[in-house]
């Protein structure tokens, strides 16, 4: 039993330009993020004992969900740019940025499968 649908060639031609998309930023954000994150805690740190421990915490957890923002947005935009669609319904998968929610592989409209696996995407169907 295979719950994948089968995507045609632009489908998968779309969805292989949405991922590249995203790929193509994803180290740099990450860097950003882990330089980000070692800077504010050692800033953090250092104002450890003469701030109270929820106003040293708060530039961390605002920066993360900054950067969590920014990585919804580029998913998004992905799916955007190459009007990814449902497979079933033909609905386009993303008709917004949710700078809160990660896109995920199912369709926002019939709840199927939409999105192609890695492997489908790397390995075309003959
Ligand atoms: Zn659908």
């Known amino acids: 039993m295979s719950s994948y649908p089968i995507y045609d060639e632009k489908a998968l031609k ?6 590249n998309m995203v790929e193509r930023d994803r180290k740099i954000i990450r860097i950003v993020m ?3 994150i070692l800077i504010l805690l050692m800033v953090a740190l250092a104002y450890s ?7 040293v915490a708060l530039p961390l957890i605002l920066y993360y969900l900054l950067i969590r923002g920014v990585i919804n947005w580029r998913q998004w935009a992905a799916l ?8 079933y319904c033909k609905k ?4 917004r940025i949710y700078l809160y929610k990660t896109p995920t592989p199912n369709c ?3 709840g199927k499968r939409a999105l ?3 492997n489908q995407l790397d390995h075309p169907q003959s």
């Not at 004992?49 to 106003?55: A, M, Q």
């Not at 955007?80 to 497979?87: F, I, N, R, T, W």
């Open 34 to 36: 882990v330089a980000g």
């Open 14 to 19: 779309a969805q292989r330009a949405a991922r």
């Open 92 to 95: 386009p998968v993303a008709t």
């Open 80 to 87: 955007l740019a190459y009007e990814v669609k449902c497979p």
């Open 49 to 55: 004992s003469k701030y109270p421990i929820y106003l």
């Open 108 to 110: 926002p409209h019939c």
């Open 116 to 118: 192609a696996t890695l």
